[in-house]
């Protein structure tokens, strides 16, 4: 079992980055994909989620983030647009298989497996 992601890296403010999370592994396709960042000096803190019913967005990203899963489902993908000096953090990915899919955490307790996480810097 593995979480991997990538597509971080230095954008200016108001650009756009887009993060990838392959998972996998069995049943991962049903499972609940979640993305979380950690400023430093910071609690790491809920960003979005995806499940069987959809999208959930921290509010300070709702707008203007998307997730959304591909293939065959073992992908989360992260759209970030206008993005602000306030979104630098290392973003990780996190599944929630416990569940098939049927609950949307925003705790990361919930959280079974996670990746090592990908550096977002947002220049101003």
């Known amino acids: 079992?593995?979480?991997?992601?990538?597509?971080?890296?230095l954008v200016r403010a108001g650009g756009s980055l887009r993060l990838s999370c392959a998972a996998s592994g069995p049943f991962f396709s049903s499972a609940?994909?979640?993305w979380f960042r950690q400023a430093p000096g910071?609690?790491?803190?809920?960003?979005?989620?995806?499940?069987?019913?959809g999208g959930a967005y921290a509010d300070s990203v709702q707008?203007?983030?998307?997730?959304a899963r591909n293939g065959a489902g073992n992908t989360?993908?992260?759209q970030m647009n206008s993005l602000k000096p306030a979104d630098p953090a290392?973003?990780?990915?996190?599944?929630?298989?416990?569940?098939?899919g049927w609950r949307t955490s925003r705790?990361?307790?919930?959280?079974?497996y996670w990746g090592q996480?990908?550096?977002?810097t947002v220049s101003p």
Do not use: N, P, W
């Open 42 to 53: 910071k609690e790491r803190e809920f960003v979005a989620a995806i499940s069987r019913s």
């Open 32 to 34: 609940t994909m979640g």
């Open 63 to 67: 707008g203007r983030f998307t997730i």
């Open 90 to 100: 290392v973003y990780y990915c996190a599944a929630d298989l416990r569940t098939a």
């Open 107 to 112: 705790a990361g307790s919930e959280y079974e």
């Open 117 to 120: 996480g990908t550096q977002v």
């Open 1 to 9: 079992v593995q979480v991997v992601e990538s597509g971080g890296g």
């Open 76 to 78: 989360a993908v992260l």
